[in-house]
């Protein structure tokens, strides 16, 4: 089976300009995440969907950033406009609830450089 | 409130060697789990092992096994038999399981592991 996949798999961009990061969950994954990683914050939950809706949000750092799952198999995180301190890698995971474990399953990360 | 302590930030092993990570956890929910993750230098988060709070006996996952003691907190990820690729991040995570709750996982801040020839 495929695992979570993440595209790009590197983006460096300018200050001030958008950036969308997009990830498709693992086939009949109900449960999608997005994670930022940096050194000095380690690993943060940004957002969660269940079943394409946004269930908690408190993690997204500020207005600049946003979510959005149009459907099963596919979510975007956008940054707009982009900051320096934005740099870091993102995450996208999914689990399925009811397998007991409810372990999420994580993509490869896009490493983002905003310049 | 849900924390995770990873006391070791780094820590070295001889090939061929059995070493343990420690894991500390505080909740307040009566029925959780436990995750470990690996994190190589490639960057790509993997799960290894997971342990239910209600699980009669550690969980094991080939050369992984945990040392879950429930009374003392901790969830130590145990790997027998060192390889080279086991270099890496080592990401402890808890979630409470009740219903309802919310599906965050609570985070350790890692511990680096480097496996010696």
């Known amino acids: 089976d495929a695992g979570v996949i993440q595209s790009p798999r590197h983006e460096v961009t300018e200050m001030g300009q958008e950036v969308t990061l997009r990830c498709k969950p693992i086939s009949g994954h109900d449960y999608l995440f997005w994670y930022r990683q940096t050194m000095m914050r380690g690993l943060e939950l940004l957002i969660y969907f269940n079943n394409n809706v946004p269930i908690d949000d408190s993690g997204m750092p500020e207005d600049r950033f946003s979510a959005k799952m149009p459907n099963a198999s596919f979510s975007t995180l956008k940054i707009q406009p982009s900051e320096p301190r934005d740099s870091a890698v993102y995450f996208c995971a999914s689990s399925r609830p009811g397998e007991g474990t409810d372990t999420q399953y994580f993509g490869p990360g896009t490493r983002l450089t905003v310049l | 409130a849900q924390k995770i302590t990873q006391t070791q930030p780094g820590m070295f092993v001889q090939e061929k060697e059995a070493v343990t990570l420690d894991c500390t956890y505080d909740t307040s929910d009566p029925s959780y789990g436990l995750f470990w993750y690996k994190q190589p230098s490639s960057g790509e988060m993997i799960f290894l092992i997971y342990?239910?709070?209600?699980d009669q006996q550690n969980a094991t996952e080939g050369r992984y096994s945990l040392n879950f003691q429930k009374a003392r907190k901790s969830a130590n990820l145990v790997i027998s038999a060192s390889q080279l690729g086991d270099s890496a991040m080592y990401f402890c995570a808890m979630r409470g399981l009740r219903a309802g709750n919310n599906r965050k996982l609570i985070w350790g801040l890692g511990t680096s592991l480097a496996v010696n020839p």
């Open positions: 342990q239910g709070s209600y």
